[in-house]
């Protein structure tokens, strides 16, 4: 009996050790598809010397519940994500990007992030942010900062001064984020800051005096010669002319957002926008864990374009004009979720 007897103790301990080890097996399966689900795209997100970056705080948050902060942001990367797949065709024209097609990518290396700017979206306050970033103590209020100092490119890094390795490894290892607007809104407020200001002279020169030229009948020899009275119709007219896009890019006030910041080549971690600009800039800011002594500068602006400015601008412009705008920037509407104005009158 007792030879029997520790046979059936050493079976037992053999049958814990057996279900123990599947048991830690089954653990580290379901934690390996914890981490895979939070962060899908497999980044290497290696912390920087004492402290999360801010990809580990995005994907792999110190508290493991989803906030609505976090919700939010994943329904606006798989809303591009999905824009992408369905308009592969017209999305990706260009299967490798050059590092000219970086310029927009401005890198804070401290902090880990690549912020793609677009004008017309905060760009100047965001600039100011970075230059604080990346000035290492140099600046603390960014709203001390000018704005003509803000847009001087020798100020802050941007992605394409960098050798290929050092692109590849930043795209896959910093945050990378970007702010974007109601398409024609933005497109209204490139032309009232460009156009009707009579201090942008170097406008309406380079694309004032052309804009005229091309589409005024009868225009004055004043109004060839200055270009500083564009009319809003003439300025979509220039927009849609297919001669205008064979003969060089858009200038960036008025370029689309996915061909400035490509967000089908490169993966976005956080879409920002406009209409949420407060709470999302200061969110990227406590991914960066600057949040305790850095907010995005907030300040009311009279002259800021709104949504009623913008459709009295397109009261006067033909359903067939609009319909061709809107098609140069669908891709812009579909990708970040803007539905069809109500003031359009689509063919």
């Not at 984020?177 to 156009?195: I, M, W």
């Not at 800039?281 to 305790?292: E, I």
């Not at 009261?315 to 069809?340: G, R």
Request: hydrophobic share 35%; glycine share 2%.
């Amino acid at each position: 009996m007792k030879p029997a007897l520790l046979e059936v103790m050493r079976m037992n301990r053999i049958c814990r050790m057996v279900l123990a080890t599947c048991l830690g097996s089954f653990i580290l399966v379901i934690f390996y598809f914890q981490i895979m689900r939070r962060n899908p795209f497999g980044v290497d997100i290696c912390c920087r010397k004492g402290s999360r970056s801010p990809l580990q705080e995005l994907y792999n948050p110190t508290q493991l519940e989803l906030s609505n902060t976090a919700i939010l942001h994943q329904m606006r990367r798989d809303q591009v994500t999905d824009t992408c797949r369905a308009n592969s065709a017209m999305s990706r024209k260009r299967r490798v990007l050059t590092p000219n097609d970086l310029k927009h990518l401005v890198v804070d290396e401290d902090h880990e992030l690549i912020y793609c700017y677009v004008p017309k979206v905060a760009c100047t306050n965001w600039k100011r942010l970075m230059m604080v970033l990346t000035g290492r103590g140099k600046y603390s209020d960014p709203m001390e900062i000018p704005a003509n100092e803000a847009h001087v490119s020798a100020n802050l890094k941007t992605l394409n001064q960098y050798s290929i390795p050092e692109i590849n490894h930043r795209l896959k290892s910093y945050m990378k984020f970007l702010f974007v607007r109601e398409p024609f809104e933005r497109l209204v407020s490139a032309y009232r800051n460009k156009f009707t200001q009579k201090y942008n002279t170097s406008f309406h020169k380079r694309y004032g005096t052309k804009i005229i030229k091309r589409q005024r009948k009868n225009a004055t020899q004043e109004a060839l010669r200055k270009g500083d009275d564009v009319k809003f119709e003439e300025f979509v007219a220039y927009l849609i002319d297919p001669h205008t896009q064979r003969e060089e890019p858009f200038n960036e006030h008025w370029q689309t957002v996915y061909s400035l910041c490509h967000p089908c080549h490169i993966h976005y971690d956080l879409v920002g926008k406009y209409e949420t600009l407060e709470e999302d800039s200061n969110y990227v800011l406590q991914l960066a864990g600057v949040s305790s002594y850095l907010k995005f500068p907030t300040y009311a602006k009279s002259t800021r374009t709104t949504d009623e400015v913008t459709t009295e601008f397109f009261q006067n412009i033909s359903s067939e004009h609009q319909t061709q705008l809107y098609e140069v920037y669908k891709l812009d509407f579909l990708m970040f979720n803007y539905s069809v104005p109500s003031y359009l009158k689509l063919e």
